[in-house]
């Protein structure tokens, strides 16, 4: 291959590499007065969620140092995320068509707000609600004694899981906008991806039924309003083609 051949590439795989140094870049700004700030919030998450005079325990000398480590880390990606999709952005964009271009941004801020909503929807109210069935489970010669670590994985396990989860009508969208799948069949294998939705939560949260109840629900309640929503795209879409098509036998 010539060199004006793989020049683009090159520039291409640099031009990746720039971005992907300043996405780390503003992570590890970030790293630092979250890794501060996760002791308070460790410390709310506790106040939030669990019965009162409920206490969190660490049993390792170093294990709450990693825990405000993992949460320092994980609440400055969650800060780093508009720089970080700010850069993924500009390396993208030149690629795209202004009408695509436009496309992407109306998906990209579907996509970011059903991820905060899953996101409060677990932490405001699974997650407080799955600790007080799990505390008020313990008895008089039965006590609960909470680990931070525990308390703290499951929390960030269920706002990740629930924000993914509710990317589907994100996934559902793009699967019918580029003629992957018909709404039609999607109704005829409603069956069967109603009960893919509650093995996918069963997968994505603690082994527990109320959990696994409280993401699969809210999750077909979002594949049924997918299915009324994009129906009516489906059919304007048709229609357009159909348009086009007799437009060009026409000429």
């Known amino acids: 291959m010539s ?6 590439l090159l520039e291409h795989l640099e031009e990746l590499r720039r971005r992907l140094f300043r996405m780390v870049l503003s992570v590890a700004v970030f790293l630092i007065p979250c890794y501060f700030l996760a002791q308070p919030l460790i410390e709310w998450i506790q106040r939030w969620a669990c ?13 709450l140092f990693f825990m ?3 949460v ?6 969650a800060c780093a995320a508009p720089l970080i999709a700010y850069q993924a952005w500009q390396f993208i964009v030149p690629a795209l068509r202004p009408k695509e271009a436009r496309a992407v941004i109306r998906l990209a801020g579907a996509s970011g ?6 996101a409060c929807f677990a932490l405001f109210a699974v997650f407080p609600a799955l600790m007080r069935f799990a505390y008020g489970m313990g008895s008089d010669t039965i006590r609960p004694m909470l680990q931070v670590e525990s308390v703290v994985e499951i929390a960030f396990m269920l706002v990740l899981g629930f924000g993914l989860v509710f990317q589907l009508p994100v996934v559902l969208f793009f699967c019918v906008a ?10 005829h294998l409603r069956s069967y991806l109603v009960v893919g939705i509650f093995f996918l939560a069963a997968l994505l949260t603690p082994p527990d039924v109320i959990s696994q109840l409280c993401m699969a629900l809210p999750a077909w309640l979002l594949f049924e309003a997918s299915l009324l ?5 489906e059919r304007n879409a048709a ?12 000429e």
């Open 178 to 187: 580029f003629g992957i799948v018909r709404v039609a069949t999607l109704r």
């Open 51 to 63: 019965p009162a005079g409920a206490a969190l325990y660490y049993l390792k000398p170093m294990a």
């Open 229 to 233: 929503l994009f129906a009516p795209l």
């Open 239 to 250: 229609a357009s083609e159909e348009d086009g098509n007799l437009a060009q036998a026409g």
């Open 3 to 8: 060199a004006e051949g793989t020049m683009p």
């Open 68 to 70: 405000r480590l993992k």
């Open 72 to 77: 320092g880390l994980v609440c400055a990606t």
């Open 113 to 118: 707000l059903l991820f905060v909503l899953g």
